[in-house]
């Protein structure tokens, strides 16, 4: 829609139709929460925007063309109409203002015009079918013709009092429900598609989040992780602050390794982090958790296994992808705008163990559990950082520049992936290193060498040469893990090419 004579341009919000259902009481405080949400959303972006309410709709005033999108993310709006406001004394003002503005929007195109009268106790001498009927009559020579059902320009006419709004078409936002408005709860971040994308489904039902994150792969994999969430709370968390709590785990999954049978790692490592949660939760008063669990994507996931995991924690567990397919998840990754940055959040492979357990046996699990330092867990978590999401600056999280793509110079390559996968295939003159072993004896680096790490998908290599960096010893990654040393070794060996087998990227 043009905004003529450099006039403020009038944004149509048409709220969720979950809040039409709602009492009078319950509506009013919702709205209330959702005009405040939607100031806090054009504040956080600069915007100077005015807000007039009715029952029924938000009108926004503003000169700063973000405004129709900045409303569109905000939860508790189900769509978006930017409009030309005029006034009206009788029907002909209506259909000849109409005409004047509308006309240049269904050239060439299909086009249906939907027409709303204002609230019920609002009296007009015409009913909205008329107005319909006589406008899109108006509008028809200049179009393509009509399509009441999948219209190219789809046209809104409202009046209200004296007012009349014009629209060139509705644009649909995300509906729900106003952040705040459901209480609140604890997240757990992991930075891949689907915990990003079950906290997203979370927060639009109305439910405020804070998240922790529990650390696996030290700064650079906080840091990634830090990136996703930026994303969630800059331009999806409005009305709320969420906090950020991340825990270094890293000594409890080397304990676990050391206690417990490989065919359980896995399952060991979900109960701990639901136990560092359910205490986090717990100082914060928070009632319930929220996970990116989704039935048999992994192993960890059977039906079985979840219970037996979640036997960890009395508190409720949320699992808003739980019945959901990967490829729907990551399309809504793309959608909500965090595709990217999960999609550089490697998964973690360290605990990956042998034969794990699919129907695990609750007493097995509980005896293997006794062997876990409880308080020790109670420790990591009470020692852990805390961070205002919403008030990070990105770009002054600095690490050091550690990840590369080609091999140094003299640098001494090494791998490290299981001896399995190491025997099948190794990058010419690498040698091989147990990780956990390698994180045990950083003092068995020198100084004087220059090392270069790579593993299945970079989190291992890059939290190893981070750690020997803080020593003082010259150490890089390789960026994309074993897939990057595959390719350096094809650009010397194109034999290799051919002899590429899964068996190469046996972890």
Known sequence: MRNSNNRPQRILLGLSGELSIKGKGTRRRFVDRLVSNLADAMRSHGVVCDIERSWSRLLLHAPDRRVAEIAGRVFGVQSVTLVEQRRWRTLADILSQGQEILASQVVGKTFAVKVKRGEASQKHPFTSPEVERQLGALLFPHSAGVDLKHPEAPLSVEIRGQDVYFGGGRILAHGGLPIGTEGKALALISGGFDSAVAAWKILRRGVRLDYLFLNLGGEAHRDSVLRVLDLLARRWS????????????????????????????????????????????????????????????????????????????????????????????????????????????????????????????????????QRLDAEALRNSVESRASFDVRALDLDLIATADREIDQVPEGAEVIDLRSAHAFRSWRYPGAEHRDYGEAMRDLASFHTDKVYLFYCEVGLKSAQLAESLHRRGVTAYHLRGGLRQALRLAEGQDEALRALRSPALLDG
């Open 238 to 369: 409005y009305g709320s602050r969420p906090k950020l709590h991340v825990v270094d785990f890293r000594p409890h999954v080397e304990e676990i390794q050391r206690s417990c049978p490989p065919s359980l790692w896995q399952i060991m490592l979900k109960r701990q982090m639901l136990r560092a949660a359910d205490q986090v939760a717990r100082m914060h008063g928070l009632p319930a958790l929220v996970t990116g669990e989704v039935v048999g994507q992994v192993s960890s996931q059977t039906l079985q296994n979840l219970a037996v995991i979640a036997a960890a924690t009395r508190l409720p567990i949320i699992r808003p992808l739980v019945t959901e397919a990967k490829e729907d998840i990551v399309a809504l990754a793309r959608r909500i705008g965090t595709y990217d940055a999960s999609e550089k959040v490697p998964e973690y492979c360290a605990l990956a163990g042998k034969h794990p357990q699919t129907h695990a046996n609750p007493r097995r699990v509980d005896n293997s559990e």
